[in-house]
């Protein structure tokens, strides 16, 4: 990382109690870049020990954090977001070598992840409570907020750095003290948001990581009946394991689990609306979100034009390296993701599907594949009820409007759904029979700090963002003064 202007920011330890610390058992793992293969370094493989210790220093930094006023914590969070700023381009990098997306797709996360912390500084301020009209004359009631307490988070490769700060904003701002586990594939991401709020000055122990493999740490953060919070952004199958992890002990859940997004285009749609849309919600990250379209519905009437209109765009998309210019897609996060990817296409041209784009060149290295469009999808395709996870558009047909409704709703999941049309009814009718926790209308691009995002569904649990976000890392104590 030596192309970094602040090299501080790569740390290759984690934090417990504001020390930056290696493994109690000295063990690590080491970290690549997805774009050659090659190590960037290693982090400590924690344990169960070292989880310990780090919940017990946010446990010990818990009291004092809680006691800070609102506008104290909101001027230390302020501070954080302005050297996030600062830092953008080291973190750009950063970010980019880990996982591998374009550094235009990075600055965009960076600042995306920033604006979280921005959000929940002015939240802060505006933790009221409420007073209750009493039952009878001689008492009063007040509902106070208070914070949970020592929350555990655990965060997923493919946004390293936005889904710590959606978390750990709201978590500090409510007054909670965290623990970080963020994915052994991406810590660094987070050791260098770490060293950034050091620098802002929030104390020793409310913020701290422990890396390395998840189960060890997972168990800890599970058991420990310190951690009263556990909020999780991945897959669902660790979701529902953390769920019954977590039950033994009663934790509050956030869940940001997977999704299976329709994207229904209608025959009144704008078309070059649609393919712009359509662009910017699979292809983003190289379809490796958990909001990425995964089924695009065609309506009859448009599904030629709009075939040829998306194909045209798809083929001119560039792959290579995030840190070249002009990339487009970078390569994907390891070999397992191109298997599946491979799998799901494989399927769907055994089941009739055709590729209608041109695949752009790709670079060497085992971790790329090319961005495509598929043809004549059917449901009974695996790419129809599994995230494909990558750059790969399947194209349904389908003929009424009650169709295109039961084929997206058709899934588990229900997280994001899109879709476009240009009449008034459709619209209302349409937004309001999908299943999903999201909806975009005329548009691929929801995230956003200011507006509530989860899902439904096997899609999770809780809300990030928006004002409602604040409340996952608040609980309500109803307190009856009698006697008056
Ligand atoms: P994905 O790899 O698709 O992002 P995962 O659900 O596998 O999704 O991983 C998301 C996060 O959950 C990562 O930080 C991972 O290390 C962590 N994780 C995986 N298994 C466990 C577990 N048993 N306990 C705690 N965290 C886990």
Not at 136 to 144: K, M, Q
């Amino acid at each position: 990382m030596n192309e970094l202007k602040d090299t501080s920011l790569f740390r290759e330890h984690g934090l417990i109690n504001g020390e930056w610390r290696g493994a109690a058992a000295g063990r690590t793992i080491e970290v690549f870049n997805p774009a050659t293969q090659e190590a960037l370094g290693t982090v400590p493989d924690m344990d169960g020990n070292d989880t310990r210790t780090a919940i017990e220093a946010a446990e010990n930094a818990f009291p004092s954090w809680r006691k800070k006023t609102h506008a104290e914590r909101a001027a230390l969070l302020e501070a954080w977001h302005d050297l996030m700023i600062d830092n953008l381009e080291d973190l750009a990098l950063i970010l980019t070598s880990e996982q591998g997306k374009p550094l235009a797709e990075a600055r965009g996360e960076i600042r995306y992840g920033a604006s979280f912390v921005k959000w929940f500084s002015e939240e802060a301020r505006r933790i009221g409570g409420t007073t209750i009209p009493s039952p009878t004359a001689d008492r009063r009631i007040v509902v106070l907020k208070e914070p949970v307490g020592v929350s555990a988070i655990i965060t997923p490769w493919n946004f390293p750095n936005a889904m710590i700060t959606r978390k750990v904003g709201p978590a500090l701002a409510a007054g909670c003290t965290v623990v970080i586990k963020p994915s052994d594939l991406t810590p660094y991401s987070a050791l260098a948001l770490a060293v950034l709020a050091e620098r802002a000055g929030i104390p020793k122990g409310v913020i701290n990581i422990v890396t390395g493999m998840p189960a060890k740490i997972g168990d800890e953060l599970l058991t420990n009946q310190t951690v009263r919070k556990i909020s999780f952004t991945g897959s669902t199958r660790v979701g529902s394991l953390l769920m019954r992890g977590a039950s033994d002990s009663i934790k509050r859940l956030s869940l940001e689990l997977g999704g299976n997004a329709p994207f229904i285009v209608f025959d009144d749609a704008d078309l070059d609306l649609a393919v712009e849309g359509a662009i910017a919600s699979k292809f983003r990250n190289g379809g490796q979100t958990c909001v990425c379209a995964n089924r695009i519905l065609v309506q009859s009437g448009v599904y030629d034009a709009f075939a040829e209109k998306l194909s045209a765009r798809v083929s001119t998309l560039k792959v290579g390296r995030g840190t070249d210019a002009g990339v487009d897609i970078g390569p994907m996060i390891n070999r397992a993701a191109i298997e599946k990817i491979n799998r799901h296409v494989e399927d769907a041209l055994a089941k009739g599907a055709r590729i209608i784009s041109t695949p752009p060149a790709l670079p060497d290295g085992d971790q790329y594949t090319a961005p495509i469009v598929l043809g004549d999808a059917t449901t009974d395709m695996q790419l129809a009820s599994e995230e494909t996870f990558g750059p790969v558009a399947p194209l349904f047909r389908f003929g009424k409007e009650e169709e295109a409704i039961r084929i997206a709703n058709a899934t588990p999941f229900g997280l994001a759904a899109y879709f476009y049309t240009e009449s008034l009814k459709r619209s209302w009718r349409v937004g309001e029979a999908l299943e999903f926790g999201m909806i975009g209308l005329n548009t691929g691009a929801i995230s956003t700090e200011v507006a509530p995002f989860g899902g439904v569904k096997q899609s999770g649990l809780g809300r990030e963002g928006a004002q409602c976000g604040i409340e996952e890392y608040l609980e309500m104590k109803s307190f009856h003064i009698g006697g008056l």
